[in-house]
């Protein structure tokens, strides 16, 4: 079993009381999805749990360190954070953090399928301006 493996059963495991999680492979690495949104991220051997405005400051007071990566010389960050040390050895740790990364995903997933929506609106006959 690789690094990656051991921890995505590991945090699915922990995330038991949440829900049925599923694991699917992308990127190398795993996201985590609950009823379809995706609260965390595993790659290179480390748990990545999905943040927002509210809850990051409250993962970086925690110790937690954000996920980046290199793309065209430019280091990316995303809206996923590490879990705070020692996340990861109980459910009693986990869960608490677990729970705000789930009110993340389902808060994003809400706002893009509201984007969506609006996108997929037909115009009115004559066009935008009404002609």
């Given at each position: ?8 059963a ?95 995903a ?26």
């Amino acid at each position: 079993m690789t690094v990656d493996a051991g921890i995505v059963a590991r945090a699915t495991a922990l995330a038991l009381p949440l829900g049925d999680v599923m694991a699917r492979r992308m990127f190398g690495g795993h996201g985590l999805y609950l009823d379809g949104a995706m609260f965390a991220i595993v790659s290179g051997g480390t748990l990545y749990l999905k943040t927002d405005a509210t809850t990051r400051p409250r993962f970086e007071a925690a110790g937690a360190a954000p996920f980046t990566y290199m793309r065209g010389g430019r280091r990316v960050r995303l809206s996923f954070w590490t879990l705070p040390p020692g996340g990861l050895d109980d459910g009693d740790a986990f869960l608490p953090w677990a729970e705000l990364a789930v009110a993340a995903a389902r808060k994003a997933k809400r706002s893009v399928a509201g984007r969506a929506r609006r996108r997929s609106k037909p115009e009115p006959a004559g066009g935008r301006y009404g002609r």
